[in-house]
């Protein structure tokens, strides 16, 4: 299989089919967790190994719970309890819970499952249960799709008990483009390699031989923005993720061209250009090539993003003297000023709600991620290190995944996750060194 072929699967892996849907929220001794809650205690919950109910499907059978634990266990909001600690198994997908046995471990949920192999294909069904109300939540659902994508399903099934035990948007189903690191600090070598969220089934999309930053998904998933100096000079190239093949976005003459962004419609990407030293903001239309100036400024413009409803821009600037993050409308015109505590503000990136603005702050000689609203208010730090940059959103707002470099010469470049809250800060393992996430859409 050629890596196009590779990453075309990975991609759109067979149009996983949804079964039943599941029942809306309804009881209010159901279990649930809050994000606002002040303090969260995580919620226990059993994910025995999934029934195989069929002999080529034991693996499968095995290596989903144990994803779906992975996915569960690693936002920090629920806690396994370990089969060691279990009174009952579950040896048939259709046989009554001993609800009793649950509860004496403990456990608010029971995720039940069941697999079957068939022909090169799996399917893949699963129920939750409240286990103090001795009720199912909601109805069972089903995944179907190819052996290969067994880590998907998997995922699905976690998004399906995530999103019905707390209410939010699934992320789990969703991948995360990044550059991948090499060599000595002083003569990296990058490349832009993608990957599912949690680090697994990294692809590498191009080879070392020059400069590659800032990949960005289209709203669909389909292209990969990227900033390249395989001519000697940043400029803009887009990526068609089913192929891998690539064009330059825009050649203008004397200039460069970088932090590209596409538009929520996907037909508009906005980036910065320098000319004669000075930078500010373009869109331009992908269909008719079609340029437009946004911001005419002897300041430094620059890492614009759209808001969700594509009607804003926010972006860096320092008009003011300081690298500050500004609001505009996506047309053009005045700025406003995000930004106001003490410190620079950079690298802002609207979240798929609406109701958040992440941004990299720089401080008495630290860096940290941070969310403010984009009326100016409620400016929230959620991490602080020696070096902590470029915010990425998860496709639910929820969760965001940044960059953490290391103090000293050695000091290698990393990836990090944290919820919204600023709790749950964990590493994401990749192969090496790795900078400059962006997540993608949740997948078809």
Request: glycine share 10%.
């Amino acid at each position: 299989m050629t890596l196009s072929q590779s990453l075309t699967r990975l991609l759109a892996l067979g149009a996983l089919c949804l079964g039943l849907t599941a029942a809306p929220l309804a009881a209010q001794t159901e279990p649930h967790i809050t994000f606002s809650d002040p303090v969260i205690e995580p919620m226990p919950y059993a994910v025995p190994d999934f029934v195989a109910e069929n002999g080529g499907a034991s693996q499968a059978a095995r290596d989903i719970a144990r994803v779906v634990a992975d996915d569960l266990t690693g936002t920090g909001l629920f806690r396994e309890i370990p089969a060691a600690a279990y009174i009952s198994g579950i040896s048939s997908f259709d046989a009554p819970v001993a609800y009793a046995d649950w509860q004496a471990i403990n456990a608010q949920v029971l995720i039940t499952g069941a697999v079957q192999a068939s022909g090169g294909s799996l399917s893949v069904k699963f129920r939750l249960f409240d286990v103090a109300s001795g009720q199912p939540l909601g109805e069972g659902l089903q995944f179907n799709g190819p052996e290969s994508g067994w880590r998907r399903m998997a995922h699905k099934v976690a998004d399906a008990a995530y999103s019905r035990i707390t209410g939010e948007g699934p992320y789990f189903d969703s991948r995360v483009v990044f550059v991948s690191e090499s060599g000595p600090k002083d003569a990296r070598q990058k490349r832009l390699a993608v990957m599912d969220y949690d680090g697994a089934n990294v692809q590498y999309l191009t080879d070392s031989a020059s400069i590659v930053l800032a990949p960005r998904f289209s709203p669909n998933g389909d292209r990969i923005l990227f900033t390249s100096y395989a001519t000697g000079f940043p400029r803009i190239y887009v990526m068609n993720t089913a192929d891998l093949s690539t064009r330059v976005l825009d050649e203008q003459p004397g200039s460069m061209t970088f932090a590209p962004r596409f538009a929520p419609d996907g037909r508009t990407v906005v980036f910065s250009l320098e000319r004669d030293g000075n930078s500010d903001l373009y869109t331009l239309d992908i269909d008719s090539g079609a340029l437009t100036q946004l911001t005419n400024s002897p300041s430094i413009e620059t890492a614009p993003s759209f808001s969700p409803d594509g009607s804003q821009i926010v972006f860096e600037s320092d008009r003011s003297g300081a690298q500050q993050i500004y609001v505009m409308p996506a047309s053009g015109g005045e700025p406003t000023r995000v930004s106001s505590g003490k410190g620079r503000y950079g690298t802002p990136v609207w979240s798929p709600r609406g109701d958040l603005i992440a941004f990299t702050k720089m401080a008495d000689g630290r860096f940290y991620i941070g969310v403010i609203r984009s009326d100016s208010t409620e400016e929230r730090l959620l991490t602080a290190s020696f070096l902590d940059e470029g915010p990425t959103w998860a496709p639910n707002g929820r969760v965001l995944m940044f960059t953490r470099e290391s103090e000293g010469a050695s000091g290698s470049a990393t990836l990090f996750s944290v919820d919204v809250s600023g709790r749950n800060l964990h590493q994401v393992t990749t192969p090496g060194p790795a900078s400059d996430p962006a997540w993608s859409p949740l997948l078809p």
